[in-house]
Nanobody, 122 residues
Framework: QVQLVESGGGLVQAGGSLRLSCVAS????????MGWYRQTPGKQRELVAA???????NYADSVKGRVTISRDNAKNTVYLQMNSLKPEDTAVYYC????????????????WGQGTQVTVSS
């Protein structure tokens, strides 16, 4: 019943910026954590940034200092502000959320968005 809808991906030049957004909707009881992962074809999906409900943040070493994750709990939305982008940041970015649904069990479960393409040109 839960859906994650991403937006904000696109094509930018190296050194540019993008802001990704992800909105969770459906029969949501609570959102325990949200985050962003990225994946290049043939490569392992990796964590970019995560933010639990308590407000702390975690960043991959490769992006730390260049990206900021934030969360609007009232809107069930997570953002990823990316600055000083590099060609190595090119990937499909996936929104992640650990969500407790209202039905049937109120048990936390992991959900994923459809992915949004980020391409950084040299």
């Amino acid at each position: 019943q839960v859906q994650l809808v991403e937006s904000g991906g696109g094509l930018v030049q190296a050194g540019g910026s993008l802001r990704l957004s992800c909105v969770a909707s459906g029969s949501i009881f609570s959102i325990n954590a949200m985050g962003w992962y990225r994946q290049t074809p043939g490569k392992q999906r990796e964590l970019v940034a995560a933010i639990p409900s308590g407000g702390s943040t975690n960043y991959a070493d490769s992006v730390k200092g260049r990206v900021t994750i934030s969360r609007d709990n009232a809107k069930n939305t997570v953002y990823l502000q990316m600055n000083s982008l590099k060609p190595e940041d090119t990937a499909v970015y996936y929104c992640y959320a650990r969500i407790t649904t209202m039905t049937p069990y109120k048990i936390p479960y992991d959900y994923w968005g459809q992915g949004t393409q980020v391409t950084v040109s040299s």
